[in-house]
């Protein structure tokens, strides 16, 4: 183990910043439940915060009637076919200013001038490594081979959840489990006939919409900043950046992020259909298969109507298998969900009538990794994800010729 690899906030961001990694307890998470949190009140005794800041900062007016993503006209700039409106101008400003901006800074700019970095090598047993995380209270860390002093690629949540698929599919091998080493992670994995470690990098000098456009071609939601050393001409590790990172230094740079004024029911970004959810009895192994699956980070439990009661993220595995105790496998979502500490920061919803403008705002001032959509009957309608918000400020079309 060389040093540390915690997410540092981005350091304009300064006024704004969580204390904390990314999954931690933050003053800001403190903030937001104070804020917004409504209990849902059902079962378990788990019932997580909910937090809508949109709605606070916005209440939807009288007779504003919510509708389904797919109603209405496709406003999307480029995608439709009448001419610009204003409105449709200054959404596209917006994006505008957005690209320009991540075009011209580097992942450099997005470190403070001071943070840790916890790189893994390769030899470290694989429940060292989890504890160190949970230690520290970090999901992801690079990973040094020492034989070769190279990158080795990065170690995540999903890397864990591989090998719970591992033992769920060898439980005898437990004792074997228990001695694998971080370099063993690759081979398991293709045993499996998963993704492997990955092993994406940038340079830090290189733009940061590059790293934008590596992650998603990548599906990343974090990637290494990778450096050779001058001297020696060696790999360096200088450290991560993730897509919340990347966003919220956007929201705290970027002014323009105000003029993205159309809700998302005529942006139509986010996921609405064929969601994977589960329900507090679904064993939690059924929702770990599903987050594999799916190549997703949540899946959102329901009631039996269909009203949001909370989300089990992928990170939400790592205490389930802290100290090797692989027991808890056993349990189901809703008490697998009342062993998260009790910092869980909460779950942050929105309704397609909020803007990227409040969202952007909402990244601004929290840790927000995705926003359940729902609607004033707490149903859930669709996940926004970082990686779709990202998806679009990059990649929809401006709706003229000169776009880039
Ligand atoms: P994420 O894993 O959060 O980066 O999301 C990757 C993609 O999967 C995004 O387009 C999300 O909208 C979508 N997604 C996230 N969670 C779910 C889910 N539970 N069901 C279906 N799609 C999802």
Avoid at 107 to 133: G, M
Avoid at 291 to 296: C, E, F, H, P, Y
């Amino acid at each position: 183990m060389l040093g540390d690899a915690g997410e540092p906030d981005p350091p304009q961001a300064s006024a704004a910043r969580a204390a904390v990694d990314e999954h931690g307890a933050t003053s800001e998470a403190a903030d937001a439940r104070k804020q917004g949190a409504v209990s849902p009140g059902q079962e378990g005794n788990h019932a997580p915060h909910f937090v809508a800041p949109l709605s606070y900062l916005r209440p939807l007016s009288r007779g504003q009637q919510q509708q389904p993503p797919s109603g209405g006209s496709d406003s999307r700039p480029g995608t439709r076919h009448k001419p610009m409106t204003p409105y449709d101008r200054e959404q596209r400003e917006g994006l505008r200013a957005i690209r320009a901006f991540l075009k011209v800074r580097t992942s450099y700019d997005v470190l403070p001038l001071s943070y840790r970095l916890i790189v893994f090598d390769t030899s470290l047993l694989v429940k060292k490594s989890l504890n160190i995380l949970l230690q520290c209270g970090i999901v992801s860390a690079p990973l040094w081979d020492s034989k070769t002093s190279t990158f080795a690629g990065l170690l995540t949540v999903s890397d864990y959840i591989n090998l719970i698929q591992y033992y769920w599919q060898n439980p005898d091998a437990l004792g074997q489990i228990d001695q694998f080493k971080l370099n063993s992670l690759r081979e398991i994995e293709r045993a499996i006939g998963v993704n492997t470690i990955e092993t994406v990098s940038i340079h830090p000098l290189r733009p940061l919409y590059e790293a934008c456009t590596r992650m998603l071609q990548a599906r990343a939601r974090r990637i290494p900043l990778v450096d050779v050393d001058d001297e020696t001409q060696r790999e360096m590790v200088v450290s991560l950046v993730t897509q919340y990172r990347i966003l919220k230094f956007v929201s705290v740079n970027v002014k323009e992020t105000a003029m993205l004024r159309k809700p998302l029911r005529e942006l139509k970004i986010g996921t609405y259909d064929d969601l994977a959810t589960a329900h507090m009895e679904t064993p939690v192994m059924d929702v770990i298969h599903q987050l594999v699956k799916r190549n997703i980070s949540c899946v959102p439990i329901l009631d039996k109507d269909g009203t949001l009661l909370n989300v089990f993220e992928a990170v939400d595995v790592i205490v389930l298998i802290k100290g090797s105790d692989y027991e808890k496998l056993n349990l189901s979502a809703g008490k697998a969900l009342e062993l998260r500490s009790d910092d869980f920061p909460g779950i942050y919803t929105c309704t397609v009538n909020d803007r990227l403008d409040t969202i952007f705002d909402t990244i601004r001032r929290s840790r927000v990794h995705r926003l359940v959509i729902i609607d004033e009957a707490k149903q859930l309608k669709g996940v926004l994800s970082l990686s779709d918000i990202l998806e679009y400020a990059l990649n929809s079309p401006l709706g003229d010729e000169d776009e880039q």
